[in-house]
């Protein structure tokens, strides 16, 4: 399946970037102050095997402090590159490639740190039916970038939030008085939505089946209970399994047959790639 890489809205990267700037630069750079504010090149340095993800942030930081700033780069988003690649070059006002340095290097190693470790889980379940996906465990502020960056890694997306899909778990099911009655309440109050329901039992599970939903979300079970569920499911609802997830142990959930894994630690686990931005030539 073709990776999606169409970044959030132009006016969400402009905010996070405003965003970035304002608490970096304050009322000025005084350091770079010093500095002739002439003509001048640098380029980025990836330091680490990486997979890229961030190229719109970091444009946007570098022309939101010199419009007129040339920006060349060598690879593509979603690219697996080694240590040691120049990823761009720049060609811009002294001053201003020094004062977006930081904002744009936070973003990118960032997101290519979420592209990175998707990518891992992605390739750990090669050849099995199941989609790494993504979950709501996302920097404050940052989730668009962090699931655009999932989807550089070529991971899918969860919901994007509260209001895009509708997931019945315990407290909710609870307050229906059963499994049954939260679902069929769920579709009348959002027939256009998609509906996730969460059970903690195969007898739920079975529930769910004959109730109808779009997918469910097997919790903590043991490896013998979720093949069952597979065998009790048999393709009807996706199943997704959440929870206790690693790559010590993602492809063994995989080739239990279910077909989503959801996985926090894409985005909340952040490993930095490490990335530099040197004025001069490039190597």
């Not at 001048?40 to 939101?64: Q, S």
């Not at 419009?67 to 697996?80: K, M």
């Not at 744009?104 to 960032?110: E, G, V």
Request: hydrophobic share 45%; aromatic share 4%; proline share 5%.
């Amino acid at each position: 399946m073709p990776r999606d890489f169409s970044p959030p809205p132009a006016e969400v990267i402009a905010q996070d970037v405003a965003h970035a700037l304002a608490e970096d630069l304050g009322s000025g750079d005084v350091t770079a102050a010093l500095l002739p504010d002439v003509a001048d090149i640098a380029y980025l340095l990836c330091k680490e095997d990486a997979v890229v993800a961030g190229r719109p942030w970091f444009d946007a930081c570098h022309r939101a402090l010199d419009p007129a700033v040339a920006i060349d780069w060598r690879v593509q988003e979603g690219d697996r590159v080694p240590a040691g690649t120049v990823l761009a070059t720049l060609s811009g006002r002294a001053r201003a490639l020094v004062s977006g340095e930081r904002a744009s290097l936070n973003f990118m190693q960032t997101l290519s740190g979420t592209a990175t470790t998707t990518a891992a889980y992605v390739e750990a379940v090669r050849g099995t039916r199941a989609k790494i996906l993504d979950t709501r465990k996302t920097l404050p502020g940052l989730r668009l970038a962090q699931k655009y960056a999932v989807r550089c890694g070529g991971g899918s997306n969860h919901r994007i939030g509260l209001f895009d899909t509708v997931m019945l778990k315990e407290n909710h099911i609870r307050a229906a008085g059963s499994l049954t009655a939260a679902v069929r309440a769920a579709r009348t109050a959002q027939p256009g939505l998609p509906l996730v329901v969460e059970v903690e039992t195969l007898a739920q599970l079975q529930e769910a089946l004959e109730a109808g939903c779009d997918r469910i979300l097997i919790d903590d079970f043991d490896a013998a209970t979720r093949r069952e569920a597979v065998r009790i499911a048999d393709g009807r609802i996706p199943l997704e399994v959440s929870g206790g997830v690693s790559l010590e142990t993602v492809r063994s959930i995989a080739e239990d047959g279910v077909d989503c894994i959801s996985v926090g630690g894409l985005t909340k686990h952040v490993h930095a790639i490490d990335l530099s931005l040197k004025l001069g030539p490039a190597p």
